[in-house]
């Protein structure tokens, strides 16, 4: 099979290129159907998905405002009765140890 | 002929000026008013633009149209960033050019066109014509180009961007752009035994 018979000269690549228009032939009514598809799915797709996590989150949430006063009188009744106790001294104590430690360490990283 | 991947070869100055006004009114009916009659104008006044270059670089009649519709709907999503710099066809190709790197279906056909052309050298004349179905001489010639000297030859001298536009399309410097061209041009050259000008 012969070579590309190509002009030595740009104009002769320019004509090479050159592809005919192509006819629009349905193409941009394909398009904007398929987008306003699209849109629609979109626009729906929150509404649909409020009312999914509604139906499913229902019951469990009914449960819990039955529930909620007397959990909060469980806990305002825990909170007047709870005394300090050895565990929560150590707790607190270790906690201040952590934090000054780390604060020097930090210091120390600072000035270096 | 308007429509024409070829435009800017064939409209005069003031007919492109107009047009890029137009183009700019739809662009912002769209952007403003989610307009989607104003958007399938547009698609109309530019799809053979963009359904031209991707037939050129997939040289694949159904994947291009596949990736042509993508793009246009890549472009409603965001032609809010188009900042008027520039025209829109240039624009539209940039987004072609990337919906056509992002997909994950990929032509071979240029890497088929590229063995029956060595098959041809070769020797084998049955099974280079076999493989050689309506090739004509601009995909021999492509088919010897990388994926991304293709796309800026397309974008150069089959859409008539010029070397900034090529450049804003593909997001590659000025300089690269046009050292791509050149150095196409001469693998044309030599590949081809052919005496084309370095201009680039």
Partial sequence: MPEPMIRPDDEALRALFFAPP????????????????????????VPLAALLGLAIAFRPALQLIEALPQQFAALSAGLTDAAPSQYASWMVASLVITMATFATLIFVGVED | ??????????????RETAACAEDRQLVSRIVVQQDTQAFGELVGRHQSHVRNFLRRLTRDTAL????A????LHAWNKLHTYAGKG???????KVAYTTFLQSKR?????AEILESVKLEHSGDAVSASRAQDEVTDLDRLL??????????MILFYGCGLSHRE?????????????????????????RFDIGVEDHA
Avoid: M
């Fill in chain 2, 1 to 14: 002929v308007e429509g024409g991947c070829t435009r800017r070869l064939i409209l005069n100055p003031s």
């Fill in chain 2, 87 to 93: 025209s829109v066809v240039g624009w539209l190709l």
């Fill in chain 1, 22 to 45: 192509i006819e629009d032939a349905g193409f941009s009514h394909r398009v904007v159907a398929r987008l306003r598809r699209q849109l629609w799915v979109r626009r729906l797709a």
């Fill in chain 2, 166 to 190: 090529v450049s804003e399309a593909t997001g590659k410097p000025l300089g690269t752009v046009k050292s791509l061209i050149s150095r196409a041009r001469q693998k044309i050259r030599q």
């Fill in chain 2, 69 to 72: 519709q993508d793009t246009f």
């Fill in chain 2, 106 to 110: 990929k032509s071979n056909r240029y």
């Fill in chain 2, 143 to 152: 088919a010897v180009l990388g994926e991304e000297e293709r796309a800026i």
């Fill in chain 2, 64 to 67: 291009a149209e596949d990736l």
